[in-house]
């Protein structure tokens, strides 16, 4: 009965309640609601979940109980509601709670007729306590799950709960005249969640403590594009021309969904492979004049076709995907065997003897690779591989299309694993995620590929990678790391938690593992159906009083159908009571497009049947049958007569035929198929299929080892009731949980919660051809502007150049492993500065404003070697541990002081030992010594040992050095790897702001008006992430003095660095020019290209100190292009610019940038190079 009104009866206090409900069956668009049983009418609150918490949706904020004095037997009842594209739709159903518990009959249902809610006895809530309660949608039955959290404030009364309300206000509309409402009633039936429940959600964080993150939602708003090689459709034409199309229901992308989906892809139709003419097809494809009458019926599914010709798509599907990648992707690269030739791809004759198949693919679709065809990069395969390219640029043309802003891109399938790269060319904010629903190989397996590379880019230039297993997605990232040097980790996601991500180029390519399911509602409707029951009777009548065996795989060697039959045979020779009481039905669907592969197997097969039923009539019922005679109503009806079903394949991606048979026989766990005489719903399963990790009730078996399979039909045959109970329902636990939308719900909330900025100009692109590259950049990383360089250089009276060596004013010695080994040991020279570049330094150095540091990892005696006859040049060595401060004397020795004390050097023979060890046991590795560090090179290990390795010795250093003051550093993982012992506190940041902090004293200098900071590797990052925070620091003081709006914060790649101490030796006005050498994320606030770009940019400021010099009395030559006509005063003032018809010329890559200053447009010339100015200059001053 109900109780009294929780206004008149609350002298219980309140409880604080969270509501969780698991929910597997809610389809796109639709949201889950809280509803008070009694007030259905009334308030609803909504339900919420997250890519890490689905399938949990939680109520946002607790809900408030008021609990009477004397609880007794009093409840609280609810129910869930579902709304579709935000209105009603339907109350929670009992199946809703998956197929187990709907055909165990668990839901209690009145005799009124009413649909049972759930209730929880308000008995077990205390006032001024926090609890969840856990759900799981439709199920009713069994006693209530309910998580005790933790004490907080008690509320002595409802009418102190509406206080707090209204004071803090009230979230949906709960105020405290909804929570009066609240109904109670006896208890009622007790529910059961059937599921461990996650941990309780954790509490909202405060306002100070920051803004709550933002949970990810996929609503009908939400636009989606799905790409396949071929859409997820029927197509029919009548005699009269009229063309007519059909769901595709077996087809994976077929589900329905309420999102704006947009589906991409080509269409089946005789010929669409290119084999026409010679007694082949007859047409080739959809005629042309037809295919808008074919867009017209696909255009009510939202599909659009994509038109390829078809001996071009021919080539791409059955000679590179079928002949190169398949045997590759399933883990088949022998070179022992050898390839045959042949010009046709016509059906073999079945009543030929076994004879090589000819097939103009035949030498690249072997499951034994030959090392000629497949290993090369010319002739033939280069033709397959450019039609492979051919056929992705034309999917990505008709992508772009169908494209709108916010739109996620969902690729599917190995046929387009370079799809991404042509699309982030075009398009490069868009969510790009690809599916692979094939194994992916081992690294020295995919290593064989001559185009490996291309393909593992075009793969990173996605933004989320998906696989069905975890075992694919680990050689994957294997491939990465080994292959192209990248890490992968777990890095952390906008929502606060972390996902498995491969670190490429400053961008997180999130990795997914998400094994797929069926459709139970899709299924039980075939097996309902009259004529598949009608077939099943059939099937069942035709082998009256045996145990069916049922198989379903294609004709090829990797399915494993010999290994199967070798295994039936041992078992009859051990068991022959069970012959004539069991029957294996195999079908084999045709394989052409697997050459001679399915011609020997077929034949085989055919072979060892027939000795079968010699020797043990009627056993093996093989049938061969073409892919469409076997589709979804067949294969079901099949699945429902056997008792038994076996999958022994070698090497398998996405194989759901399991899956489709465990549903066929759920009905084996109620009363009535525990009791209908057949021992029914087992599966055994090859350990190689990657349904084995997500089946845990089948009989699992290693196909190589027959006689596991032989023991796997005994148990079958002979396994108790109970057990076989148990495995159906472990088994049945995953096929109805995880569906297909459930599946895709996951995978595109994962997509959509990638960090991914919107603005295209955080995005740059690099590389050529099918090399090109996303980077991640801050959204104003440009190229250094050398005209506001010289500009600022021009203005300056104390001016700060700090350089690399290496890689920035000289070529790189390090662009390999090789140099850098010979570098190491002196068996080669290293690079030494030309004359150019020694003349510009010192005519820089001349300037009694500058003050110029090359700062540099060698050694002091190289860095003297090479610099040392430049006057007032200071140098850095060791990244910094000596400096040689800028003296005007040449050819002696130079002075040289350490950043820190000289301390005791004893760990240098300690840290040597130690790296002695680990250098024996891993090949590749090397050690490096100078003056002051020690490295343990890994560069040219094994990647995978040597990161493993160099943990392990980092770890020894530390414990064994912990005494001694050194850094242990592990860098440079990108290039190979090292791992340094250096003295405590020393890098290229702490000599810059070392140098900046003596300028006055040294140099008798005023504050610093002008910096310029070049590197270009990670050892000189913390000079530019030094360098820019200085800079930062003078911005905002200046603004702070004008009262301007604040800066935006500086990157997260910028390592943060108490930079306070230099306050009082810079200038408010200074300016600060940081840059990398070549396009990468960088701590840099801008780029050039590479070291001649330096060259010219440090020949342009000498040649604008040289002007100034000799025309005192002119402006500068850089500001030649911006002087207006008719200068009242020489300064800045009299300088106007155009903004909006001027350019200004950037350093890189001719990229042109508008300026900041406007102004009025000017008549003057603009020269093509900065001689032509200084030309017109000298003709002007004589």
Same mark, same amino acid.
Request: with cysteine; glycine share 8%.
């Given at each position: 009965?109900?109780?009294?009104?929780?206004?008149?009866?609350?002298?219980?206090?309140?409880?604080?309640?969270?509501?969780?409900?698991?929910?597997?069956?809610?389809?796109?668009?639709?949201?889950?609601?809280?509803?008070?049983?009694?007030?259905?009418?009334?308030?609803?609150?909504?339900?919420?979940?997250?890519?890490?918490?689905?399938?949990?949706?939680?109520?946002?904020?607790?809900?408030?109980?008021?609990?009477?004095?004397?609880?007794?037997?009093?409840?609280?009842?609810?129910?869930?509601?579902?709304?579709?594209?935000?209105?009603?739709?339907?109350?929670?159903?009992?199946?809703?709670?998956?197929?187990?518990?709907?055909?165990?009959?668990?839901?209690?249902?009145?005799?009124?007729?009413?649909?049972?809610?759930?209730?929880?006895?308000?008995?077990?809530?205390?006032?001024?306590?926090?609890?969840?309660?856990?759900?799981?949608?439709?199920?009713?039955?069994?006693?209530?799950?309910?998580?005790?959290?933790?004490?907080?404030?008690?509320?002595?009364?409802?009418?102190?709960?509406?206080?707090?309300?209204?004071?803090?206000?009230?979230?949906?509309?709960?105020?405290?005249?909804?929570?009066?409402?609240?109904?109670?009633?006896?208890?009622?039936?007790?529910?059961?969640?059937?599921?461990?429940?996650?941990?309780?959600?954790?509490?909202?964080?405060?306002?100070?403590?920051?803004?709550?993150?933002?949970?990810?939602?996929?609503?009908?708003?939400?636009?989606?594009?799905?790409?396949?090689?071929?859409?997820?459709?029927?197509?029919?034409?009548?005699?009269?021309?009229?063309?007519?199309?059909?769901?595709?229901?077996?087809?994976?992308?077929?589900?329905?969904?309420?999102?704006?989906?947009?589906?991409?892809?080509?269409?089946?139709?005789?010929?669409?492979?290119?084999?026409?003419?010679?007694?082949?097809?007859?047409?080739?494809?959809?005629?042309?004049?037809?295919?808008?009458?074919?867009?017209?019926?696909?255009?009510?599914?939202?599909?659009?076709?994509?038109?390829?010709?078809?001996?071009?798509?021919?080539?791409?599907?059955?000679?590179?995907?079928?002949?190169?990648?398949?045997?590759?992707?399933?883990?088949?690269?022998?070179?022992?065997?050898?390839?045959?030739?042949?010009?046709?791809?016509?059906?073999?004759?079945?009543?030929?003897?076994?004879?090589?198949?000819?097939?103009?693919?035949?030498?690249?679709?072997?499951?034994?690779?030959?090392?000629?065809?497949?290993?090369?990069?010319?002739?033939?395969?280069?033709?397959?591989?450019?039609?492979?390219?051919?056929?992705?640029?034309?999917?990505?043309?008709?992508?772009?299309?169908?494209?709108?802003?916010?739109?996620?891109?969902?690729?599917?399938?190995?046929?387009?694993?370079?799809?991404?790269?042509?699309?982030?060319?075009?398009?490069?904010?868009?969510?790009?995620?690809?599916?692979?629903?094939?194994?992916?190989?081992?690294?020295?397996?995919?290593?064989?590929?001559?185009?490996?590379?291309?393909?593992?880019?075009?793969?990173?230039?996605?933004?989320?990678?998906?696989?069905?297993?975890?075992?694919?997605?680990?050689?994957?990232?294997?491939?990465?790391?080994?292959?192209?040097?990248?890490?992968?980790?777990?890095?952390?996601?906008?929502?606060?938690?972390?996902?498995?991500?491969?670190?490429?180029?400053?961008?997180?390519?999130?990795?997914?593992?998400?094994?797929?399911?069926?459709?139970?509602?899709?299924?039980?409707?075939?097996?309902?159906?009259?004529?598949?029951?009608?077939?099943?009777?059939?099937?069942?009548?035709?082998?009256?009083?045996?145990?069916?065996?049922?198989?379903?795989?294609?004709?090829?060697?990797?399915?494993?159908?010999?290994?199967?039959?070798?295994?039936?045979?041992?078992?009859?020779?051990?068991?022959?009571?069970?012959?004539?009481?069991?029957?294996?039905?195999?079908?084999?669907?045709?394989?052409?497009?697997?050459?001679?592969?399915?011609?020997?197997?077929?034949?085989?097969?055919?072979?060892?049947?027939?000795?079968?039923?010699?020797?043990?009539?009627?056993?093996?019922q093989f049938q061969e049958c073409a892919e469409s005679e076997m589709r979804l109503q067949q294969r079901m009806a099949l699945l429902r007569a056997a008792d038994v079903v076996m999958v022994t394949t070698i090497r398998d991606g996405l194989n759901l035929i399991p899956l489709e048979f465990t549903i066929a026989h759920l009905d084996a766990l109620t009363e009535q198929g525990r009791n209908d005489g057949r021992k029914r719903g087992l599966c055994i399963l090859s350990e190689f299929?990657?349904?084995?990790?997500?089946?845990?009730?089948?009989?699992?078996?290693?196909?190589?080892?027959?006689?596991?399979?032989?023991?796997?039909?005994?148990?079958?045959?002979?396994?108790?009731?109970?057990?076989?109970?148990?495995?159906?329902?472990?088994?049945?636990?995953?096929?109805?949980?995880?569906?297909?939308?459930?599946?895709?719900?996951?995978?595109?909330?994962?997509?959509?919660?990638?960090?991914?900025?919107?603005?295209?100009?955080?995005?740059?692109?690099?590389?050529?051809?099918?090399?090109?590259?996303?980077?991640?950049?801050?959204?104003?990383?440009?190229?250094?502007?050398?005209?506001?360089?010289?500009?600022?250089?021009?203005?300056? @009276? +104390? $001016?700060?150049?700090?350089?690399?060596?290496? &890689?920035? %004013?000289?070529?790189?010695?390090? #662009?390999?492993?090789?140099? *850098?080994?010979?570098?190491?040991? @002196? +068996? $080669?020279?290293?690079?030494?500065?030309?004359? &150019?570049? %020694?003349?510009?330094?010192?005519? #820089?150095?001349?300037?009694? *404003?500058?003050?110029?540091?090359?700062? +540099?990892?060698?050694?002091?005696?190289?860095?003297?070697?090479?610099?040392?006859?430049?006057?007032? #040049?200071?140098?850095?060595?060791?990244?910094?541990?000596?400096?040689?401060?800028?003296?005007?004397?040449?050819?002696?020795?130079?002075?040289?002081?350490?950043?820190?004390?000289?301390?005791?050097?004893?760990?240098?023979?300690?840290?040597?030992?130690?790296?002695?060890?680990?250098?024996?046991?891993?090949?590749?590795?090397?050690?490096?010594?100078?003056?002051?560090?020690?490295?343990?090179?890994?560069?040219?290990?094994?990647?995978?040992?040597?990161?493993?390795?160099?943990?392990?010795?980092?770890?020894?250093?530390?414990?064994?050095?912990?005494?001694?003051?050194?850094?242990?550093?592990?860098?440079?993982?990108?290039?190979?790897?090292?791992?340094?012992?250096?003295?405590?506190?020393?890098?290229?940041?702490?000599?810059?702001?070392?140098?900046?902090?003596?300028?006055?004293?040294?140099?008798?200098?005023?504050?610093?008006?002008?910096?310029?900071?070049?590197?270009?590797?990670?050892?000189?990052?913390?000079?530019?992430?030094?360098?820019?925070?200085?800079?930062?620091?003078?911005?905002?003081?200046?603004?702070?003095?004008?009262?301007?709006?604040?800066?935006?914060?500086?990157?997260?790649?910028?390592?943060?660095?108490?930079?306070?101490?230099?306050?009082?030796?810079?200038?408010?006005?200074?300016?600060?020019?940081?840059?990398?050498?070549?396009?990468?994320?960088?701590?840099?606030?801008?780029?050039?290209?590479?070291?001649?770009?330096?060259?010219?940019?440090?020949?342009?400021?000498?040649?604008?100190?040289?002007?100034?010099?000799?025309?005192?009395?002119?402006?500068?030559?850089?500001?030649?292009?911006?002087?207006?006509?008719?200068?009242?005063?020489?300064?800045?003032?009299?300088?106007?610019?155009?903004?909006?018809?001027?350019?200004?010329?950037?350093?890189?890559?001719?990229?042109?940038?508008?300026?900041?200053?406007?102004?009025?447009?000017?008549?003057?010339?603009?020269?093509?190079?900065?001689?032509?100015?200084?030309?017109?200059?000298?003709?002007?001053?004589?």
């Amino acid at each position: 009965m109900a109780t009294n009104s929780p206004a008149t009866d609350s002298g219980g206090g309140i409880a604080q309640v969270t509501f969780r409900v698991r929910c597997e069956t809610l389809g796109h668009g639709e949201a889950i609601f809280l509803s008070q049983a009694d007030n259905p009418s009334g308030s609803r609150i909504p339900l919420f979940t997250t890519a890490k918490s689905y399938p949990w949706y939680t109520t946002r904020t607790p809900l408030s109980l008021p609990l009477p004095a004397t609880p007794n037997n009093k409840t609280y009842r609810y129910r869930y509601a579902i709304n579709r594209a935000g209105i009603f739709h339907r109350w929670e159903e009992p199946s809703d709670g998956g197929g187990i518990e709907e055909f165990r009959a668990q839901q209690t249902i009145n005799s009124s007729g009413n649909i049972a809610v759930h209730t929880v006895p308000l008995r077990l809530l205390h006032g001024g306590e926090i609890y969840t309660v856990n759900d799981v949608l439709g199920v009713t039955g069994g006693p209530p799950d309910i998580d005790h959290i933790k004490m907080r404030n008690n509320f002595s009364s409802v009418g102190s709960l509406a206080r707090k309300n209204a004071s803090a206000g009230s979230l949906y509309g709960l105020n405290s005249r909804n929570n009066s409402a609240v109904g109670m009633t006896d208890q009622g039936s007790k529910k059961k969640v059937g599921f461990a429940p996650q941990p309780p959600p954790t509490s909202h964080r405060s306002s100070e403590a920051g803004a709550i993150k933002q949970a990810v939602h996929l609503t009908s708003s939400d636009g989606l594009i799905v790409v396949s090689a071929f859409l997820p459709v029927h197509l029919t034409r009548s005699n009269d021309g009229e063309w007519s199309a059909d769901w595709d229901y077996e087809a994976l992308l077929s589900m329905q969904t309420h999102l704006r989906v947009t589906r991409v892809g080509t269409v089946k139709w005789r010929g669409w492979h290119g084999n026409v003419g010679g007694g082949k097809s007859d047409e080739s494809g959809v005629p042309v004049d037809e295919r808008h009458k074919v867009e017209a019926v696909l255009r009510p599914f939202n599909c659009v076709p994509v038109w390829v010709p078809t001996t071009l798509f021919g080539e791409m599907y059955n000679g590179f995907c079928k002949g190169v990648l398949w045997p590759i992707l399933h883990n088949v690269a022998s070179v022992y065997s050898t390839p045959q030739t042949g010009g046709n791809t016509e059906k073999p004759d079945p009543d030929k003897d076994i004879e090589p198949y000819d097939s103009q693919y035949a030498e690249y679709s072997m499951d034994d690779v030959a090392q000629g065809p497949i290993h090369g990069d010319g002739g033939r395969e280069g033709e397959l591989w450019a039609a492979f390219t051919a056929v992705n640029r034309h999917f990505t043309d008709v992508i772009i299309q169908c494209f709108n802003e916010g739109d996620l891109i969902w690729i599917h399938g190995f046929h387009l694993m370079i799809l991404p790269s042509f699309l982030t060319r075009r398009i490069s904010m868009a969510k790009i995620g690809i599916f692979l629903h094939t194994p992916f190989p081992s690294s020295e397996i995919f290593r064989t590929l001559w185009c490996r590379e291309d393909l593992l880019r075009g793969m990173l230039n996605a933004d989320q990678v998906g696989f069905h297993l975890f075992e694919y997605a680990r050689h994957f990232l294997t491939c990465c790391r080994r292959l192209l040097g990248l890490n992968y980790g777990m890095f952390p996601d906008s929502s606060g938690g972390h996902n498995l991500a491969i670190d490429t180029n400053g961008r997180h390519v999130s990795v997914t593992s998400i094994h797929a399911g069926v459709e139970p509602p899709v299924l039980h409707q075939v097996l309902s159906h009259k004529s598949t029951c009608d077939r099943v009777a059939s099937i069942r009548n035709q082998f009256r009083g045996k145990v069916i065996f049922a198989a379903i795989d294609r004709m090829e060697s990797l399915k494993g159908i010999p290994l199967k039959l070798i295994a039936l045979e041992r078992f009859l020779q051990r068991c022959p009571e069970w012959a004539g009481k069991i029957v294996v039905v195999q079908v084999g669907i045709s394989a052409f497009e697997r050459g001679d592969d399915y011609t020997k197997t077929r034949n085989e097969i055919i072979s060892m049947v027939t000795n079968i039923n010699n020797r043990w009539p009627g056993t093996v019922q093989f049938q061969e049958c073409a892919e469409s005679e076997m589709r979804l109503q067949q294969r079901m009806a099949l699945l429902r007569a056997a008792d038994v079903v076996m999958v022994t394949t070698i090497r398998d991606g996405l194989n759901l035929i399991p899956l489709e048979f465990t549903i066929a026989h759920l009905d084996a766990l109620t009363e009535q198929g525990r009791n209908d005489g057949r021992k029914r719903g087992l599966c055994i399963l090859s350990e190689f299929s990657s349904c084995t990790r997500v089946m845990r009730g089948a009989l699992h078996v290693n196909p190589w080892k027959i006689s596991e399979i032989a023991t796997a039909f005994y148990q079958a045959l002979t396994m108790s009731e109970d057990e076989r109970m148990r495995r159906i329902s472990i088994a049945s636990e995953f096929v109805t949980r995880v569906t297909t939308q459930r599946w895709a719900l996951a995978v595109m909330l994962d997509l959509k919660g990638v960090q991914k900025n919107e603005d295209a100009g955080k995005y740059a692109g690099a590389g050529l051809g099918l090399g090109f590259r996303l980077l991640g950049m801050d959204s104003k990383f440009n190229s250094l502007d050398a005209n506001s360089v010289a500009r600022a250089y021009r203005s300056a @009276k +104390s $001016r700060l150049i700090l350089l690399d060596y290496g &890689g920035t %004013i000289l070529a790189n010695d390090n #662009l390999d492993q090789l140099q *850098r080994f010979q570098f190491v040991k @002196k +068996s $080669r020279p290293p690079s030494v500065p030309t004359e &150019g570049l %020694i003349s510009t330094l010192k005519e #820089l150095c001349s300037d009694h *404003r500058n003050i110029v540091f090359v700062v +540099s990892g060698k050694e002091r005696h190289s860095l003297t070697k090479t610099l040392c006859h430049i006057p007032n #040049l200071g140098l850095a060595a060791e990244h910094g541990m000596f400096v040689s401060w800028p003296t005007p004397k040449v050819g002696g020795k130079r002075r040289w002081e350490t950043l820190v004390p000289d301390q005791d050097r004893s760990w240098r023979s300690i840290a040597t030992m130690i790296m002695e060890v680990y250098t024996s046991r891993t090949h590749g590795s090397y050690i490096e010594e100078t003056e002051m560090k020690v490295l343990w090179q890994y560069r040219d290990a094994d990647p995978e040992f040597g990161y493993l390795q160099s943990r392990e010795l980092e770890d020894h250093l530390s414990n064994v050095l912990r005494g001694f003051s050194v850094d242990i550093l592990h860098g440079g993982v990108e290039e190979g790897g090292y791992v340094e012992v250096r003295p405590k506190g020393v890098n290229k940041g702490v000599v810059s702001m070392h140098i900046i902090k003596n300028m006055e004293k040294i140099f008798n200098k005023g504050k610093l008006e002008f910096a310029l900071v070049i590197g270009d590797d990670h050892c000189d990052e913390p000079m530019l992430s030094v360098m820019r925070q200085v800079g930062r620091r003078a911005s905002e003081a200046h603004i702070a003095k004008k009262g301007g709006q604040p800066l935006a914060p500086l990157p997260a790649t910028i390592a943060q660095v108490d930079v306070s101490s230099c306050d009082e030796y810079i200038s408010s006005n200074l300016k600060c020019f940081t840059s990398t050498v070549g396009k990468k994320p960088t701590a840099a606030a801008n780029y050039v290209n590479d070291v001649e770009d330096v060259h010219e940019l440090l020949e342009s400021l000498v040649k604008v100190t040289t002007r100034e010099t000799v025309h005192s009395g002119f402006y500068s030559v850089v500001d030649l292009k911006t002087m207006d006509d008719t200068p009242t005063s020489p300064g800045p003032e009299a300088v106007k610019f155009d903004a909006q018809t001027s350019w200004q010329r950037s350093l890189s890559m001719c990229q042109l940038h508008t300026p900041d200053m406007s102004g009025e447009p000017t008549d003057a010339r603009v020269s093509n190079n900065l001689d032509d100015f200084l030309g017109t200059m000298e003709e002007d001053g004589e």
